[in-house]
């Protein structure tokens, strides 16, 4: 049986919070219309988000601590910050690929908000799935703890192999499917999937963006997820760090694209993360890393990566209002 420390109403109520949340930056996206995002908003949403998630968690340690006790309750906290901390930074490595995935279909600043939101509602669902199936699967099979800390590792060191290599959109394999298969406009529509051409339906390259978007998402929740499984066993923390990394991420794109190649050096600190957690489930049965620890380590490597990216990079584009070069492909 799952063990997990959200009730029922916990659960609702953190599922009523999730469809708010969407149905209001749905309709204030549908207000605004298509537009340019431009960096103050995209802080103004980052910041909400990261308040919300540390709201989220001051609540849960009151209510935690008032009915199983303040270790237990200070010890679930840290997890959710820890699982929230990794989450989020390995979302970072999401928004690398869709700036890649944007820049390549030269899709419109105005037109990129949209194919965003669409991906993370995409990304929730997907997640909830895998999540508790993840948990279900943890809890009946113990020595799954050891396939996914192996996996960690191993996906750790060939994310630090690959750091500094740019992806290959135009042999991307899902890409290949698409042309092959679906008839595409060359052209966009505004925000349309679908658009007519001499008589003839085509599918516009804003639909082939989101396809290879929400791809994307499920390559890196098979990463992510093990990740964070390696931290807590218990699905609803599990979610719902997962959830608020990712509801954070189209307001964190939009904040960091500009800045993308001034943060070259995180995936080496992504990479190592990801060697440290897939260390920790391996050795669960031997020795079990304190969460503070884990915590600390966690965000040192992240920290580190960050400053010393942005000390390498200084004096470069990217940060002073120069874009960033133009990547392999863009504009076809």
């Avoid at 970072?92 to 419109?108: C, G, H, Q």
């Avoid at 992806?167 to 698409?178: E, G, T």
């Avoid at 050096?265 to 884990?294: E, H, N, Q, R, T």
């Amino acid at each position: 049986m799952v063990e997990t420390i959200g009730t029922p109403i916990m659960w609702a109520g953190f599922g009523l919070f999730v469809v708010v949340a969407i149905a209001i930056d749905l309709l204030v996206m549908e207000r605004q219309g298509a537009h340019k995002v431009t960096m103050k908003e995209a802080l103004s949403w980052s910041l909400l988000w990261f308040s919300l998630a540390f709201v989220f968690v001051g609540i849960l340690w009151w209510y935690l601590d008032g009915a199983q006790g303040r270790e237990v309750a200070n010890t679930v906290s840290m997890q959710f910050i820890t699982g929230y901390l990794v989450e989020k930074s390995l979302s970072v490595d999401n928004i690398f690929v869709f700036l890649m995935i944007f820049s390549y279909f030269a899709v419109p600043a105005e037109y990129q908000k949209r194919a965003l939101i669409i991906g993370i509602i995409g990304a929730i669902v997907l997640r909830t799935v895998l999540i508790l199936a993840g948990a279900w699967l943890l809890a009946t099979f113990h020595w799954l703890l050891y396939v996914f800390g192996a996996f960690l590792v191993i996906t750790g060191v060939k994310m630090w192999i690959a750091a500094g290599q740019e992806p290959d959109i135009s042999s991307n394999p899902v890409l290949k499917f698409l042309r092959k298969r679906i008839r595409m406009s060359d052209h966009f529509d505004g925000e349309k999937m679908t658009t007519v051409v001499g008589g003839v339906k085509l599918f516009t390259p804003l639909f082939v963006v989101l396809i290879m978007i929400g791809v994307t998402d499920v390559i890196f929740a098979v990463d992510s997820i093990p990740a964070i499984f390696a931290i807590t066993s218990d699905p609803f923390i599990v979610l719902t760090a997962n959830i608020f990394a990712i509801l954070g991420l189209r307001a964190l794109y939009f904040l960091l694209a500009d800045l993308a190649d001034r943060f070259h050096l995180l995936a080496y600190g992504l990479a190592l993360v990801l060697v440290f957690i897939g260390s920790k489930m391996l050795l669960i049965d031997v020795y079990k890393i304190p969460i503070g620890y884990a915590l600390l380590v966690t965000g040192a490597l992240i920290a580190g990566s960050i400053v010393a990216s942005l000390w390498t990079s200084r004096g470069k584009g990217g940060g002073d209002g120069t874009p960033p070069p133009a990547l392999p492909g863009a504009g076809a």
